[in-house]
């Protein structure tokens, strides 16, 4: 089944503990991005990735880190997470970059708590 | 710079009744539309997308949008809402002058049914 995969689903956190967000698909996708959701706002881009070893900013990409070592992979990393980084976050993956009418599949997200 | 703009955050609907979500946007070129739908703990689902091959769309579950160019609008309908139709939805425009490939995202409009 063709699936973007986020791990884990929910997170509970301290402040400046590093952690990792997984994420994976299985659809040989290129372009691969995080979103958080925070409501009122709908979602914003925080990275995005073009091809493997290619990534970039997206609009709110302060206190992330991002890697793109493996095509199907895309880890999101909070160094230092801080209470303004609770959210709901979302990874993405299409097939091409910069195809404009190139659906997006989307995690199911993880919901994010920094105490 | 895109934006997209959903009038009401939520709207509240009868079973039965029609559906009608709003989205404006704006553009200074053709835009690639989008409308997503996100069900309670799940991740965001295509409903449809208008990529200028017709101006009026039709997506799953018996949604459907129209694009109107002079209006910069692209507002989601359904004839009868049923109890199923109660989720979270989002209109998105692709942005296409740097062809980062990010999908610009509504406030959200969330759907109620009435039984």
């Known amino acids: 089944e063709a699936q973007v995969t986020q791990n884990p689903r929910y997170l509970i956190t301290v402040t400046g503990k590093k952690l990792t967000v997984t994420c994976s698909q299985n659809m040989n996708h290129e372009y691969m991005s995080w979103y958080r959701q925070d409501p009122g706002l709908g979602l914003r881009q925080i990275y995005y990735s073009m091809n493997v070893e290619v990534t970039d900013k997206g609009d709110v990409p302060e206190g992330y880190k991002v890697s793109r070592k493996e095509k199907r992979n895309f880890p999101l990393i909070l160094e230092s997470p801080s209470p303004n980084q609770t959210s709901l976050y979302f990874c993405?993956?299409?097939?091409?970059?910069?195809?404009?009418?190139?659906?997006?599949?989307f995690g199911q997200g993880t919901r994010l708590t920094v105490v | 710079a895109q934006s997209v703009t959903q009038l009401g955050s939520h709207v509240s609907v009868s079973e039965g009744a029609l559906v009608l979500l709003r989205c404006n946007y704006s553009s200074s070129v053709p835009p690639y539309l989008f409308w997503y739908v996100q069900y309670p703990n799940q991740g965001l689902q295509l409903l449809l997308k208008y990529t200028s091959a017709a101006t009026l769309v039709k997506g799953i579950n018996g949604f459907e949008a129209e694009f109107k160019k002079s209006e910069t609008s692209f507002h989601l309908t359904k004839p009868s809402a049923h109890m199923s139709d109660a989720a979270e939805y989002f209109c998105?425009?692709?942005?296409?002058?740097?062809?980062?490939?990010?999908?610009?995202f509504g406030q959200g409009t969330t759907l109620q049914v009435k039984p």
């Open positions: 998105a425009v692709s942005e296409p002058p740097s062809n980062t490939g990010k999908l610009i």
């Open positions: 993405a993956s299409s097939l091409f970059g910069g195809q404009l009418n190139t659906e997006a599949f």
